[in-house]
């Protein structure tokens, strides 16, 4: 466990100092974390709420900090460039973003013309249950996410390494609240790059 626990905080630190420079970034992943948490709680009363609230808030505002305020260019501060960061995130890249979300965009038009889902649920008959069937869609495009790549770095690297991610991305929103919870503060005062200082580290 002590070095199940180690190898998360390794994951997490390294996610940080490679992709989130931006407080801009920073301060919408704060909000993908509060919604990711509002979702979490929906689950257990309304699903439907939280598949809406998980996917149009709070991964829409989360990769929108990736895609267009993250920068690109050589980071100076962990003396790599962009092409390597890509290379070795353990999660999902940007290329593996796109794929994502293109499914995700994909899956009204999929719900609508595929009622039933290929015969997984009863086929909507108003609009209410079409938003029914959308969110069960929706729900089964994150599991699946995080199912595939979990299970995929067990044969990149190991079953730890995709357990600790998978618990990871779990836990994230708790953790993201906690680490950027200033990042709107900074970011009014002028500061649009956190400069990673080394008390960034959990560990530090």
Wanted: proline residues 3%; positive net charge; charged residues 20%.
């Amino acid at each position: 466990m002590k070095d199940f626990l180690a190898a998360l905080q390794t994951q997490r630190w390294d996610d940080h100092r490679y992709y989130h420079h931006c407080r801009i970034n920073q301060s919408l992943h704060l909000i993908s974390a509060v919604s990711f948490l509002a979702a979490y709680a929906m689950l257990f009363i309304n699903p439907v709420i939280a598949a809406l609230l998980g996917w149009i808030v709070s991964m829409l505002t989360r990769q929108a900090g990736h895609f267009f305020f993250e920068p690109k260019g050589y980071d100076h501060v962990n003396q790599a460039s962009h092409e390597y960061k890509e290379e070795i995130k353990v999660g999902y890249n940007l290329r593996r973003k796109v794929v994502l979300m293109a499914i995700w965009f994909a899956s009204p038009l999929i719900v609508w013309f595929q009622p039933t889902l290929f015969g997984l649920v009863e086929a909507h008959e108003d609009v209410r249950g079409y938003i029914d069937n959308l969110a069960i869609a929706w729900i089964a495009i994150g599991v699946g996410g995080l199912i595939f790549r979990t299970v995929h770095l067990f044969y990149l690297q190991d079953v730890r390494t995709g357990l600790v991610w998978m618990t990871k991305i779990l836990t994230d929103p708790f953790h993201d609240v906690k680490l950027y919870h200033r990042a709107p503060i900074q970011l009014l005062r002028g500061e649009r790059i956190d400069p990673m200082h080394a008390r960034h580290h959990v560990g530090a």
